[in-house]
């Protein structure tokens, strides 16, 4: 197994599974007592079933209880750990576990099954012990970039990586999650860089969101800006200015690192894509009433809106009107849904595959208008019935499945075709990066094996039958 590949295992193969474990009401003294006698520097906190409810570590001994002046025998367990605790599951890969512990700046994830119960721990050295050369090593040079021209050059490196990842065995679901860490990853440093440099006094009540494919994290490498910014009605015109101020230089550092700016001008440093919560929905609702070939795109992207730095309530409270709203006018939705029937797979009589439409040359077909928009899109359209927008394409076909919605069969296919047509899009990027050239949505069947081509068949064709079923779901004969 190559260095790289190394960190999509599975948690389960190298996590800890003998874990000390106490009670939150008992003595601090006593826990501290066994960490020293074990020479361990975290305990598992659990609560009278044995489910993990918290952790204490030897850091926060020394940040909370030494600091407080207080007995350290008048100390509870539950005075000092943390919680609510930060877990993974067993089948969740290496990389995602090193993300979640560099976001949160922790060095220990407790790790669980699907019930929640507690299976084992795992540390930051435990999966750094196996490589020096990693996607985490990436992830650290980020975190230590100051500056743009340092961003730069690692948004570069991001790329290098993706085109070595994308000729191992890798899931391509594991792979474009990373190309989404990491890019959220650079976004993140390249916020704190702005804020500590030019805008050091920004208010709390703001978020800055991405939209679309980022907001899903279903990136690859061909992908520009969809970001937005809310702040709360209360805020002071002072305060508004700053965000303003803080968008604009955001954007155009973001531009200087790489990441292309909108064609539709959609990113956070033009005034139609930053407002208030109140102005936002209005926004909202004059989208809503009207569903216009402008105003469905419109209310699509910002469906997939993800919080990347600041106050996530806000996000929260914008999904919650888009789903009211929708619960008294259905026909949006089924506009919508009618919307995504336009981009048909690019299949003719006899279910031969078709080049050189919707817009790609001939030899070629566009991926992403022949297959992955309608997969993404009429799955969104359904999680928006189920108000179940959180996650991406994969995490909504679950919550479909699970609302009985979709049947476990047909979601199995669908899941299986839009992995494989996102696969033929990365490495028909890949090919075009390696030969210097911009990549793009579109594949050349000639550089498809049999194999493939089949399966790309048989991936429109599950396109097809899904496009049905939105149909008659939505009554979409009812239309006019």
Not at 248 to 256: M, P, R, S
Not at 292 to 308: C, E, Q, Y
Not at 420 to 436: I, K, N, P
Not at 460 to 467: G, S
Request: charged residues 25%.
């Amino acid at each position: 197994m190559n260095d790289e590949n190394q960190f999509f295992r599975p948690v389960g193969d190298i996590c800890q599974r003998q874990v000390v474990t106490c009670h939150p009401d008992q003595g601090l003294v006593d826990v501290v007592k066994i960490m020293k006698e074990k020479n361990i520097s975290s305990v598992v906190v659990c609560d009278d079933a044995g489910a993990p409810i918290g952790i204490i570590t030897d850091r926060d001994l020394r940040n909370k209880v030494v600091p407080s002046g207080r007995d350290p025998a008048t100390f509870k367990v539950a005075d000092v750990m943390n919680s609510p605790l930060t877990t993974i599951r067993e089948e969740d890969v290496l990389y995602e576990a090193l993300y979640r512990m560099s976001r949160r700046h922790i060095h220990r994830l407790v790790v669980v099954g699907d019930d929640g119960a507690l299976n084992g721990i795992i540390t930051d050295t435990d999966i750094l012990r196996m490589q020096s050369h990693s996607p985490h090593q990436l992830v650290r040079d980020i975190e230590k970039a100051r500056s743009v021209e340092d961003l730069k050059v690692l948004h570069a490196r991001i790329q290098d990586l993706v085109v070595r990842l994308s000729g191992t065995t890798t899931r391509v679901q594991d792979l474009v999650q990373l190309i989404a860490h990491l890019n959220d990853q650079i976004l993140l440093r390249l916020i704190h860089l702005v804020r500590q440099a030019q805008c050091p006094d920004l208010p709390k009540g703001f978020a800055f969101m991405v939209m679309g494919s980022e907001g899903r994290c279903e990136q690859t490498l061909s992908t520009d800006q969809d970001n937005a910014i809310v702040y709360d009605d209360d805020l002071s015109a002072e305060d508004i200015a700053r965000i303003e101020t803080f968008s604009q230089v955001l954007i155009e550092q973001l531009i200087d690192i790489g990441v292309p700016a909108c064609p539709g001008g959609i990113m956070a440093s033009h005034s139609a894509w930053r407002r208030s919560l109140s102005e936002w929905y209005r926004e909202l609702d004059r989208w809503l009433i009207t569903p216009s070939p402008k105003n469905i795109p419109n209310v699509s992207m910002f469906a997939d809106i993800r919080t990347l730095h600041g106050d996530v309530t806000l996000e929260r409270k914008l999904k919650a009107h888009i789903y009211h709203r929708l619960a008294e006018n259905r026909l949006f939705i089924m506009r919508m849904a009618e919307n995504m029937l336009r981009f048909r797979p690019p299949l003719g009589w006899l279910g031969k595959i078709k080049t050189g439409t919707q817009g790609a040359i001939r030899g070629e077909v566009d991926l992403k208008k022949g297959g992955i928009f309608a997969l993404t899109d009429g799955i969104k359209a359904l999680a928006l019935e189920l108000n179940a927008l959180d996650g991406g394409t994969h995490q909504r076909l679950q919550a479909l499945t699970r609302q009985g919605v979709i049947k476990p069969d047909q979601a199995e296919d669908l899941q299986e075709s839009f992995d494989f047509l996102v696969l033929m899009r990365l490495r028909a990027q890949v090919r075009a990066v390696e030969q210097g050239k911009p990549p793009n949505n579109c594949v050349a069947l000639q550089q498809m094996s049999q194999m493939e081509q089949v399966k790309l068949k048989i991936a429109f064709e599950d396109v097809a039958k899904f496009q049905s079923f939105i149909s008659a779901h939505f009554n979409l004969n009812l239309l006019r």
